[in-house]
């Protein structure tokens, strides 16, 4: 009977249901940085998210017009497939608010740096040994940034990841809104000055671009705008996937593919009809690809979620 019990005890243990969303600090400059750790359960791995640029926050959204829940429908898809996730806000911001004054005021660096303290954070939380980083747009290049120094990341997930310097991405995506092509000229020169480190004076650009190289954020820019995500995969010697929508308007299969010829040890996952918020977007136009940006309705893109658990799953065994 003894032996049963044990026994019993044992099963209740290995059968226990993964834990619903819960809060979850690391440690911040001034104050704690806030995030939601969802899913977690003995022994289960767990994925750190990083989010994208701009104000936005855990669940993917930001007042810039997103309000697609990519990260919070992500965590969800995920717990349910035995993978739990922490999604967090950025120092300065939402529920980081207090870490610093001016959520301006940041580095790649800085954020870099964040990424470590949220490892020890949920390693100390959940028991978990070494932790995924999966960073999202900007965030992949703030995870391939983290990377670089010693770590107990289980590997790296780029989504929707550069596979240029930021800056001439930012370029990329000015030429392709014919709107721009009277002050590309300056647009570039502002570009070309921020990548050198050198500050730009706002007073005489055009109105549309006084807010993308304000002065406030240039200090974020320059540390930016330079670094080469090529570069930073190479160099890193852990797991890596690469995950790239074919309806991304944002980041394109050039750049997938340039990370990929640059660690060939990594997996490349391309979704069909997938946008950089994740959502399907079955036409070519723009038009019904930006409406997915503010409908959280849809889900994630079928594929994301299983490419993600399956690589999580493979690297484990």
Same mark, same amino acid.
């Given at each position: 009977?003894?032996?049963?019990?044990?026994?019993?005890?044992?099963?209740?243990?290995?059968?226990?249901?993964?834990?619903?969303?819960?809060?979850?600090?690391?440690?911040?400059?001034?104050?704690?940085?806030?995030?939601?750790?969802?899913?977690?359960?003995?022994?289960?791995? =767990?994925?750190?998210?990083?989010?994208?640029?701009?104000?936005?926050?855990?669940?993917?959204?930001?007042?810039?017009?997103?309000?697609?829940?990519?990260?919070?429908?992500?965590?969800?898809?995920?717990?349910?497939?035995?993978?739990?996730? =922490?999604?967090?806000?950025?120092?300065?911001?939402?529920?980081?608010?207090?870490?610093?004054?001016?959520?301006?005021?940041?580095?790649?660096?800085?954020?870099?740096?964040?990424?470590?303290?949220? !490892?020890?954070?949920?390693?100390?939380?959940?028991?978990?040994?070494?932790?995924?980083?999966?960073?999202?747009?900007?965030?992949?290049?703030?995870?391939?940034?983290?990377?670089?120094?010693?770590?107990?990341?289980?590997?790296?997930?780029?989504?929707?990841?550069?596979?240029?310097?930021?800056?001439?991405?930012?370029?990329?995506?000015?030429?392709?809104?014919?709107?721009?092509?009277?002050?590309?000229?300056?647009?570039?020169?502002?570009?070309?000055?921020?990548?050198?480190?050198?500050?730009?004076?706002?007073?005489?650009?055009?109105?549309?671009?006084?807010?993308?190289?304000?002065?406030?954020?240039?200090?974020?820019?320059?540390?930016?705008?330079?670094?080469?995500?090529?570069?930073?995969?190479?160099?890193?010697?852990?797991?890596?996937?690469?995950?790239?929508?074919?309806?991304?308007?944002?980041?394109?299969?050039?750049?997938?593919?340039?990370?990929?010829?640059?660690?060939?040890?990594?997996?490349?996952?391309?979704?069909?009809?997938?946008?950089?918020?994740?959502? !399907?977007?079955?036409?070519?136009?723009?038009?019904?690809?930006?409406?997915?940006?503010?409908?959280?309705?849809?889900?994630?893109?079928?594929?994301?979620?299983?490419?993600?658990?399956?690589?999580?799953?493979?690297?484990?065994?």
């Amino acid at each position: 009977m003894r032996v049963s019990k044990l026994l019993f005890a044992c099963l209740l243990i290995l059968a226990a249901p993964a834990r619903a969303q819960e809060e979850i600090t690391a440690i911040g400059p001034n104050a704690p940085l806030a995030g939601t750790l969802e899913g977690a359960g003995k022994d289960r791995p =767990v994925i750190l998210i990083i989010p994208g640029s701009g104000p936005t926050d855990r669940d993917g959204n930001n007042s810039l017009g997103i309000t697609a829940q990519p990260y919070r429908l992500l965590a969800k898809g995920l717990a349910a497939r035995g993978i739990a996730t =922490v999604r967090i806000d950025k120092r300065g911001l939402f529920g980081s608010k207090a870490a610093i004054p001016d959520a301006n005021a940041v580095t790649l660096g800085d954020y870099a740096g964040d990424v470590h303290n949220w !490892v020890a954070s949920i390693r100390q939380r959940t028991g978990a040994k070494c932790v995924w980083i999966l960073g999202h747009s900007e965030g992949g290049l703030v995870a391939l940034t983290a990377a670089q120094q010693p770590h107990d990341f289980c590997g790296l997930i780029l989504v929707s990841t550069g596979g240029r310097p930021f800056g001439e991405i930012v370029r990329e995506q000015l030429r392709a809104n014919p709107a721009y092509a009277p002050i590309l000229p300056q647009a570039d020169a502002a570009i070309d000055a921020i990548m050198g480190g050198v500050d730009v004076d706002v007073t005489p650009l055009h109105p549309g671009l006084k807010s993308l190289f304000a002065p406030a954020v240039q200090g974020y820019l320059k540390t930016l705008f330079p670094a080469d995500p090529v570069m930073l995969v190479a160099a890193y010697n852990g797991p890596v996937l690469i995950v790239q929508g074919t309806r991304d308007l944002q980041i394109g299969l050039k750049d997938a593919q340039a990370l990929r010829a640059a660690q060939p040890r990594s997996t490349l996952a391309l979704i069909i009809n997938a946008n950089h918020v994740l959502k !399907v977007v079955a036409s070519a136009d723009r038009g019904p690809n930006l409406a997915a940006y503010r409908d959280p309705s849809l889900p994630v893109a079928p594929g994301i979620i299983e490419a993600i658990a399956a690589f999580v799953t493979e690297a484990r065994r």
